[in-house]
């Protein structure tokens, strides 16, 4: 049989080298004594395979090719699989590959690095493990994605020929149990109390019985049970159906979940239950098309392999092996931990984010306004920061005061609804989030790479929009902050002067505010991306506090609290819809505040040089330190490099904050860094096609549909 083999070979030119260690690897599986040794001997024949290189495909056909002409080895080939299958445990391979682990970040990453360095031993009786090894790194599952049909309809057919059904009864086996395990996870979660509260509705959770999740168990049963006793035609297809019928009305359910997390709050739990949820619906919708695929069709030779159903069975098991490797790998673990925590960021405060950006003309000139107020009143904010970062005392002290001054000063800026530049974008992860949802998730899938391209260019077309219509808001805020704060700090300079003698800053003070602002002589570039960190991580808490409050119905307690009958029902209802208004904004704010104010105090404790630079406050500074050195304060270019300074400030303040909302939003529902790229690069576009949107106020009629509110 030799000759034949490399016969075979050599019209693939594949030298006798390799033809010998061929038929080493394949006599040691249709000889091996044990389940160990077999599956040895087929990872040696798949790392064969994949050896060739370039030509990893041409040895490939070049087996296919020798099992078509050679069908004593096609027997023991199959007959080997057989007995892999029929030894192997794999229900866990189709319902546990590549979905969320309970266990937590933590306990899953530290198992994970304990197999890297530390010899790990075989489990032979899971198929799942085995997978894990014949795709031993992140690339080999994209190459057998990248498989051309028509070689792996020739391998279904080769190796699982219909007339042999005894082959596959193992692996048939444990593709029923694991889509049974998967229909019973989905039920698990969907039935939790978290999710069933929010998955109607109503007031009160919808009956048990009444749970898509509860049924989707015993349609799933009966679909299986008709796949396993190989019934085609309309009686599969019919259960099929029902089955389908109680999985939509599972990702109709979740989605009332993900539009009732606005008004009830999210938790770790329910991203997480979703998320399982909706990875085993997406699995058990391509096992039901394997199942509904016919596996045999009629062509004028008579009935053939149905490529339809080998195309299916290959989605699986690219689903199967990517899934594989997430599984085994570290990075890809913290990725979708990321990616999880992302997402509860991301699930609420919709509203929130879209209130930060003006839609129209009234809303842009309300920002004006807003803004004016917010620089009249961070003109005694920056005046009352000067005194304290001078004061004798430890830096704990001066630290905590800083960030008092600052909070108190943000909380009003939000009790008298004035903005303040810069803050608002950090805030904006939500609306992002709900574009990306709007162009991918809840869209009928894209079918064919023109309707791809079409709503691939649709979502970067609505983020690039939503950008400059936050870039010209920003402007605006940034604008009335600074021109208001800079009159006011004059003002107020003059009025000190004039009724003490002196002026506010002594000189030796005010040259050091010139050196600190200048982007050439200070860490001015690296402290202002820093507050831009310092501004995204202050809503991220934000948004925390007012899903707290949510999520465990403070508003509802306040408002039913029993001491209503004493204080007055309707002044707690008003305290409630205060509370409920308010809880984010001021946990945004005071978060703010002293985030600002103890970071130069922990940089000093730390031995690290961190300070922060906020465009508004810095400008308040600089009209300070300019009007107590009188006619001296243009000397020397100080004060253009400190102006320079102020424009970088409010460029990184405004493009680090967003940046990272938009990685949130884009991390939450899986976009890659090319996608995020490609987001940045169709906004340039838009900038350079239509610099008026990014720069001027909305044209008369634009956007008159929405409401007036800015937010604060």
Not at 539 to 567: K, M, T
Not at 606 to 621: E, K
Request: proline share 4%.
């Amino acid at each position: 049989m030799l000759p034949q083999i490399l016969a075979v070979f050599s019209r693939h030119e594949l030298h006798a080298a390799d033809g010998l260690a061929f038929v080493k690897h394949f006599d040691t599986l249709a000889e091996a004594a044990s389940l160990g040794d077999r599956l040895d001997a087929w990872l040696e024949i798949v790392d064969w395979v994949r050896d060739g290189g370039e030509q990893e495909w041409d040895r490939l056909e070049a087996l296919l090719d020798l099992l078509e002409s050679l069908p004593e080895v096609r027997l023991r080939l199959q007959t080997a699989l057989a007995r892999i299958f029929d030894e192997t445990e794999g229900a866990n391979l189709f319902a546990e590959s590549g979905m969320p682990s309970a266990r937590g970040l933590f306990p899953e990453l530290w198992d994970r690095l304990v197999r890297v360095i530390l010899p790990e031993p075989r489990d032979d009786h899971d198929l799942g493990r085995l997978l894990v090894r014949q795709f031993r790194d992140n690339a080999a599952p994209e190459s057998f994605r990248r498989m051309d049909p028509a070689l792996f309809h020739r391998f279904i057919l080769l190796v699982f020929p219909i007339d042999h059904p005894s082959i596959d009864r193992g692996l048939r086996a444990a593709f029923a149990d694991g889509f049974r395990l998967l229909a019973a996870k989905a039920q698990a979660h969907g039935l939790a109390a978290d999710l069933r509260a929010r998955s109607t509705e109503g007031p009160r959770p919808g009956g048990v019985a009444d749970s898509p999740f509860y049924r989707l168990p015993a349609a799933s049963e009966e679909l299986v049970l008709r796949w396993s006793a190989r019934r085609t035609g309309a009686d599969i297809h019919r259960y099929a159906e029902l089955w389908r019928k109680e999985a939509a009305a599972c990702r109709q359910a979740l989605a009332t979940v993900n539009r009732r997390l606005e008004t009830s709050g999210v938790s770790v739990e329910i991203v997480f239950g979703v998320a399982v949820i909706e990875q085993a619906l997406g699995r058990m919708e391509i096992m039901a098309d394997i199942m509904t695929s016919a596996p045999m069709t009629d062509s004028p030779d008579g009935p053939v392999r149905n490529p339809v159903h080998s195309h299916a069975i290959h989605v699986l098991f690219c689903d199967l092996a990517s899934a594989a490797r997430h599984d085994a790998s570290v990075t890809l673990l913290v990725a979708s931990s990321m990616s999880l925590l992302h997402r509860k960021i991301v699930e609420r405060s919709g509203i929130t984010g879209r209130h930060y950006v003006a839609e129209n003309r009234a809303e842009y000139w309300s920002m004006w306004r807003a803004a004016a107020g917010g620089g009249a009143l961070t003109t005694f904010t920056a005046a009352l920061k000067m005194v304290i970062t001078h004061l004798s005392l430890p830096l704990f002290v001066i630290g905590f005061l800083s960030g008092l001054n600052y909070a108190v000063s943000f909380v009003l800026l939000q009790t008298f609804n004035f903005v303040l530049a810069t803050k608002q974008p950090a805030m904006t992860a939500a609306h992002l989030a709900e574009i990306l949802r709007g162009h991918g998730e809840d869209r009928e899938p894209a079918r064919g790479r023109e309707r791809e391209r079409k709503r691939l260019q649709e979502r970067n077309d609505a983020i690039a929009a939503f950008i400059a219509r936050l870039v010209r808001t920003q402007i605006a805020a940034a604008l009335g902050n600074i021109l208001v704060v800079t009159v006011g700090a004059v003002a107020f300079s003059f009025l000190w002067l004039f009724c003490t003698g002196h002026t506010y800053l002594s000189q030796e003070t005010a040259d050091h505010v010139f050196h600190t602002l200048s982007p050439l002589n200070s860490g001015t570039l690296f402290y202002a991306a820093l507050t831009g960190v310092i501004l995204w991580l202050a809503s991220l808490i934000g948004g925390w506090v007012d899903n707290f409050a949510v999520y465990h119905r403070l508003p509802q307690a306040i408002r039913e609290h029993r001491l209503r009958d004493r204080l007055g029902r309707e002044r707690l209802a008003r305290w409630s819809v205060v509370f409920s208004e308010n809880i984010g904004g001021w946990g945004t704010n005071i978060s703010l505040g002293f985030l600002l104010g103890m970071t130069p105090v922990i940089g000093s404790f730390l031995g690290l040089p961190l300070d922060v630079r906020h465009v508004t406050l810095s400008t308040g500074q600089l009209a300070l330190a300019c009007s107590s050195l009188q006619h001296h304060w243009f000397h020397q270019g100080w004060f253009l490099l400190a102006l320079s300074g102020i424009a970088s400030m409010f460029v990184l303040n405004l493009g680090v904050s967003f940046l990272l909302s938009l990685f949130t939003a884009a991390r939450a529902y899986g976009l890659r860094t090319g996608d995020i790229v490609a987001l940045l690069v169709e906004t340039g576009r838009r900038f350079v096609r239509h610099p008026r949107e990014f720069l001027l106020p909305p044209p008369k009629g634009a956007g008159d549909s929405h409401g007036t509110s800015h937010g604060h």
